[in-house]
């Protein structure tokens, strides 16, 4: 099965703002390529078809190219919901049988945590998610085939994306993944981060703590 990952990323300078009550501009930018990279890490050791990153970023394009991923840019000002469904076609097109969506703010994400929600993929079509520590976002989505279902967006977006794959006759398998579950959003998100446990050599974190933030 060719599953390629597909992982929207927004321009650094202006990444993370929800954080400026905690981090300065120059912070958020850097712990936004940090968790990127991170995340790359984590893809680039899977047994995954390949990687997509859909940026306009100069900076974020060349540090998918050294983890070999394919770097587009179509409908990257869009949004997260406009990149994936552009990724989506794209990796359609090129014959990938499923896609496999995530943000690149999730720096807790494993090798092991990936190769468990591509192992627990229905025959296709079929939908496997992974929502956030709160149960409202969508922090990983697994669609097969890559446009099988409609992905929306959003802070609220893990029930709805249940109902749009029962609406097309696809029951959704839903996997919970600590690593996964946590992105970094809003200042309890980075506390979260630095408290969470086991602890992981992650870039993020080694950079939160040259910025002497700590968990308490």
């Given at each position: ?34 968790m ?10 899977t ?16 540090l ?9 840019a ?24 499923a896609m ?42 697994l ?59 992650s ?14």
């Amino acid at each position: 099965m060719s599953v390629w990952a597909a992982v929207p990323v927004k321009t650094f300078a202006t990444a993370k703002h929800r954080l400026s009550s905690l981090l300065t501009p120059a912070q958020r930018s850097a712990l936004a390529a940090a968790m990127l990279e991170d995340v790359l890490s984590a893809l680039a050791g899977t047994s995954l078809g390949g990687i997509m990153v859909n940026t306009e970023d100069v900076a974020a394009a060349a540090l998918a190219r050294r983890f070999g991923a394919a770097v587009v840019a179509e409908d990257a000002q869009g949004g997260h919901t406009a990149a994936v469904a552009a990724m989506a076609r794209l990796l359609g097109a090129r014959g990938a049988s499923a896609m496999l969506a995530l943000p690149g703010d999730i720096p807790r994400v494993t090798m092991a945590e990936l190769e468990q929600v591509c192992a627990a993929k229905r025959r296709s079509p079929a939908f496997t998610i992974v929502p956030a520590h709160d149960e409202l976002g969508s922090n990983a989505v697994l669609v097969a085939p890559p446009g099988a279902v409609p992905l929306r967006f959003g802070d609220n977006s893990f029930f709805p994306h249940l109902d749009a794959a029962r609406r097309l006759g696809i029951e959704p398998v839903v996997v919970k993944l600590p690593g996964i579950a946590l992105d970094i959003d809003r200042p309890e998100d980075v506390y979260a981060l630095l408290r969470a446990k086991p602890p992981l050599p992650s870039r993020a974190v080694r950079l939160l703590a040259e910025m002497r933030l700590t968990a308490d």
